[in-house]
């Protein structure tokens, strides 16, 4: 039973890093995306 919960731990904590590793760039490259955009929509404002 002891060899079972391990195994579940490991296997979690691989999942979760996956999932980090999978989101993270998506959450900062749509983050950079909404900046750039703000940005283009302010200089064009402007103009």
Not at 23 to 44: E, H, K, R, S
């Amino acid at each position: 039973m002891d060899k079972i919960i391990k195994y579940v731990r490991v296997i979690d904590r691989w999942v979760i890093g996956v999932v980090l590793e999978l989101i993270y760039p998506l959450i900062t490259f749509t983050a950079a995306a909404l900046v750039c955009y703000l940005m283009y929509l302010t200089t064009f404002i402007k103009k």
